[in-house]
């Protein structure tokens, strides 16, 4: 009886958060009559003529790849400087130490919306509006936080006497670092590089602000050009919202495998 209520339970969450995601899925292929209907229509003869609609907006390939520039850029400068910060904060004994912590501890609670008036200041006085560089540092910066705390996290985790041992047999503590812990940081890697792609990919506040121009606009400011004075046309909106969301489904089952076991347990077997 408790597996059936546990099963039963998780069945009907399952239905709670798939169902929004169908609705989705299915009101891109339906005809604009079927769309807004008093009662909802499950049965239906497919049409792409949304996904036309949405991908024949003028600039579309422009969105999708300033998109990828700065989602991308954003997660790998997180991921190299996080890689420094974590390790000497999980390995070195340096002054200030546990006010770094509490400080990215800090930052990484700290909501970013507040600080929106703030950024878009410093970067007119810099002249760095509408720019793909200052979009990529800011995203950079908002993933950095947790980056360092969940990489330190997993540094923390593996035990020194592999490094030392690495050091007696000759390497020195980069060497030790690149060939023994990295190796083993690939679960975190993978954790903090989904993070970070999903944040900055779905990040809206920051470049509706900052990136006026539509040839710096990424692809979350297209998701709003279906809606006019003149009423939403929702079929184009579910069909470009399909399309948004088909980039990091792709990026989650392709991290979600490797980011399982232990470090621990991974090292043992090296």
């Known amino acids: 009886m408790r597996k059936l209520w546990l099963n039963g339970t998780a069945l009907v969450l ?38 036309s609609t949405a991908t024949g907006v003028d600039l ?4 999708v790849a300033n998109s990828f520039v700065v989602t991308v850029g954003a997660v790998l400068l997180a991921l190299l400087v996080a890689l420094a910060a974590s390790f000497a904060i999980a390995r070195m004994e340096f002054r200030g130490r546990r006010g770094m912590v509490i400080a990215v501890m800090m930052a990484q609670m700290a909501p970013w919306e507040i ?3 703030v950024v878009y200041l410093n970067a007119r006085d810099a002249e760095m509006l509408n720019s793909l560089v200052t979009l990529t540092l800011i995203y950079f910066v ?4 947790f980056t360092i705390w969940t990489l330190r996290g997993f540094i923390a985790a593996v035990p020194k006497e592999l490094e030392e041992s690495a050091m007696i047999d000759g390497c020195n503590r980069a060497q030790a670092f690149l060939r023994v812990i990295f190796p083993l940081l690939a679960p975190g890697l993978m954790a903090t590089s989904l993070f970070g792609f999903i944040a900055a990919w779905n990040e809206y506040a920051m470049v509706l602000v900052l990136n006026k121009s539509p040839e710096a606009a990424t692809l979350p400011l297209w998701l709003t050009q279906f809606q006019t004075n003149f009423g939403n046309d929702w079929g184009a909106t579910m069909a470009a919202s399909t399309m948004f969301t088909v980039p990091v ?22």
Request: no cysteine.
């Open 14 to 51: 399952s239905v709670l958060f798939i169902f929004p995601v169908y609705w989705m899925l299915s009101t891109s292929f339906k005809d604009n009559s079927q769309v807004l209907t008093k009662d909802p229509v499950f049965f239906f003869t497919p049409t792409f003529d949304h996904y």
């Open 60 to 63: 579309f390939w422009t969105y």
């Open 115 to 117: 600080l929106i008036i």
């Open 142 to 145: 908002m993933a950095l936080p």
């Open 249 to 270: 489904l792709i990026v989650f089952l392709v991290l979600q495998r490797r980011v399982t076991g232990g470090l621990s347990a991974g090292a043992v077997k090296g």
